[in-house]
């Protein structure tokens, strides 16, 4: 088999492209923790600073916490684009949806896990949305969704937060038992 110099172009973009992928995988999931944390805290203390007198003044917690918010956004827009990428690809490979792909699906909701990190995902999407128009809606006095009031999205924003630590706490006791049981399985192997 005679490699053309294309080929050899073509592999070297294949491999680049791949370690790429896998470090930018891997930076989205190190840049979710670290915005949600900043979020989490932000939000935390912009609660507390209302009732108290603190060093930090409101607007510059508010302006870290919308940039967490951002960084949040993003993080999740290059997930999402991740995913759709690779179902293109398996689409392409495939020449087709396969039906195994959604029983696969559906397999992977059967779960307490799966059903943990779907809900999850749509409650840092609500209050990922629900900041977004509130934040417009204060910064410039408009609103970008006309499905609710503009004063709806604001008011809808802080109640979901306790729905988001239960869901952490859930999710982080799911991952603890299946951890827990890797650990003995590896102790308790021959």
């Known amino acids: 088999m005679r ?34 944390l900043v979020l989490l805290a932000s939000g935390a203390w912009m609660q507390w600073i209302e009732y108290q007198l603190n060093l930090v003044s409101l607007p510059v917690l508010r302006s870290v916490h919308a940039l967490a918010g951002l960084v949040l956004l993003l993080a999740v827009m290059g997930k999402i684009g991740g995913n759709v990428l690779r179902a293109l690809l398996y689409i392409a490979k495939r020449r087709g949806v396969h039906p195994e792909a959604f029983s696969l699906m559906i397999q992977g909701l059967r779960s307490g896990r799966g059903w943990a990190g779907l809900i999850f995902w749509i409650l840092v999407g609500a209050l990922l949305l629900s900041g977004i128009v509130c934040y417009v809606q204060l910064r410039h006095g408009a609103t970008l969704l006309p499905l609710l009031a503009p004063a709806t999205w604001c008011v809808m924003h802080g109640p979901l937060t306790p729905y988001l630590y239960a869901i952490l706490l859930i999710n982080l006791l799911i991952r603890g038992i299946v951890e827990l049981r890797r650990a003995l399985a590896y102790l308790y192997a021959p």
Request: a positive charge; charged letters at 25%.
């Open 3 to 36: 490699f053309t110099r294309r080929d050899v172009i073509a592999d070297r973009l294949r491999v680049w492209l791949s370690v790429f992928d896998e470090s930018l995988t891997r930076l989205s999931s190190w840049a979710v923790i670290a915005a949600l």
